[in-house]
């Protein structure tokens, strides 16, 4: 019980970096007081090197429900997750559909793909931090601090500069970083999330651009032809599910989504 509460712990810790900088032995300046108080819990709730009791069971279960109840916001904030599900969200008003496909299908063609997207960084984390952990070569505390390592080299490469500058000149970080290592997950957060909000419009628009043209043909050949009171929609929809299943759309719009993040 005590080894799965551990790996459940460093997930969540990889994925959140208040719990990476908590966890550490020297709390850095952005992660306050509150952090390294919240570290010391997570630390005694494992039952940690300083030889503190570690807490009962059900308080180590109320814990570890209580961070798992976040995991939604880190997968949707914090992987290739929102970028995709705002593309097909776009691509089903751009078509002109209501429901079809209805949110349970984009939903779970948004979490696979990530999955697959997200496969190489789920990877590392397997690699150098929960296999040696799980084998007693390293601690907790260093397993959750390399499987934070790979979560933020991936953000960090889907971040614009200029948002990353944007959010570290508000933060007061007026002198430049010496590497991407030293950005703080407090900065990274926000510059990824608005970084990935940009490029999954700029893909929406050109998805939508295509789209717009066929309704305004349409449109404008009923308006020839004085038939004001038929709606260009019901005309137009045909013509563009058949465009998007001539191009493959399904697949040339998933193989660009997953390319998008190389």
Known sequence: MRRAIVLALAVVAALLPEFVQAMAPVASEAAG??????GGALERAMGGANGGAPLSMSLQLLLLMGLLTILPALVLMMTSFTRIIIV???????LGLQQSPPNQVLIGLSLFLSLFIMAPTLEQVNQSAIEPYAAGQIEADAAISNAGDAFHAFMVRQTRETDLAMFADMAGHDEPFASPQDVPFSILLPSFVTSELKTAFQIGFMIFLPF???DLVVASVLMSLGMMMLSPTIISLPFKLLLFVLVDGWALLMGSLAMSFA
């Open 33 to 38: 007081p509150a952090a390294a108080g919240l």
């Open 88 to 94: 097909l969200a776009i691509l089903r008003q751009a």
């Open 212 to 214: 717009l043209v066929i």
